[in-house]
């Protein structure tokens, strides 16, 4: 299985951005979807999480409410809506993916390459 994510860039404070996962080499509707990020000299951290039926999902405190997750199961992807970005929703964004639910763990079995979101003030 291979995620693709892709979707990152430069974006002033306020503005929005929308990351895709594309996955490919498996049924992409068997598996729970999940975003982390690493912020500069940080560690790993949750961000958002979908189940395989999209009617199951998990935010971060953190992004709650300005985060949005879905999924296109016709076109295997995975996106993460973000709105009213702030500097510190700056670091490099990773999907992931699992045939199980796994919440906020980061236990999954495949991880894409991660993309860059700089949130500027």
């Known amino acids: 299985v291979q995620l693709q994510a892709s979707g990152g860039g430069l974006v002033q404070a306020g503005g929005s951005l929308r990351l895709s996962c594309a996955v490919s080499g498996g049924t992409f509707r068997a598996y729970t979807m999940a975003w982390f990020r690493r912020a500069p000299g940080k560690e790993r951290e949750f961000v958002a999480a979908?189940?395989?039926?999209?009617?199951?999902?998990d935010y971060a405190d953190s992004v709650k409410g300005r985060f949005d997750i879905y999924r296109d199961n016709a076109k295997n992807t995975c996106y993460l809506q973000m709105y009213s970005l702030k500097p510190e929703d700056t670091a490099v964004y990773y999907c992931?993916?699992?045939?199980?639910?796994?919440?906020?763990?980061?236990?999954?079995?495949?991880w894409g390459q991660g993309t860059l979101v700089t949130v500027s003030s």
């Open positions: 979908i189940s395989w039926t999209g009617d199951l999902t």
């Open positions: 992931a993916a699992d045939l199980y639910y796994k919440g906020t763990s980061e236990e999954y079995d495949y």
